[in-house]
C-alpha cells in the first residue's frame, strides 16, 4: 500500500535518521508488549544503534508477531520522506526470516499494518528519538516515561489500538 507523504521533516540528519529509526523499533516493540533493556544510537562495531530487548526467546505464535512489527517498524518512516530504504539489510533479513511463522500474514499486510501503526504513533516516535539525541542511549524505564509522557498529552484517539497476528 502507498500512502501521500504527509510530513516532511527538513531536520533529517544522519544521526536523528538513525535516533528515528531506533525509535520506530522501539515504540512499536513496547505496543507489542515488549521490553526494552536499552536503546542505543552510540555505535559500536557492528551497528550504528540497536534496541536490546530483555532476555525473552518468542515461542508463541502471538509473539513471533510482536518481534515481526518491531523489526518492521521503521519501514513506516517513509511518511518522513518518501524514502522506502528505511528498513536496514539486518531488519530485511529478520522480517523475511520470521514472516512465515506468521502465516498466513502476507508481506502486504504486515507493511500496509506498519505503516499505519507508525503514522498513529509518530509523536511518539518523535519524543523517543529526542530522548535518544539528548542521550544517545536510554533504558527501558526512561523509554517507558517518554511514552507515558506522549500518551498521557495525547487525545485517546490518536493512541494506536493493537493489532496482533490472529
Ligand atoms: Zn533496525
Redesign the pocket.
Known sequence: MTRPVQFRDDNLTPLREVAL??AA?TVIGCRFGLIPDYVTIVPDHECVGHVLWLPHIPCTREEWGARLYT?AA?AGLICLDGRSDW??Y??SEHIERILPLCAPLTRDELYSDVDRLVHVELQTIFAVARALMRKKQITGQQVERVIRRVDHNAPAKRRATRKGVH
Do not use: I, T, V, Y
Open positions: 529509526h531506533e523499533h523489526a521503521p528498513l536496514s539486518g531488519d
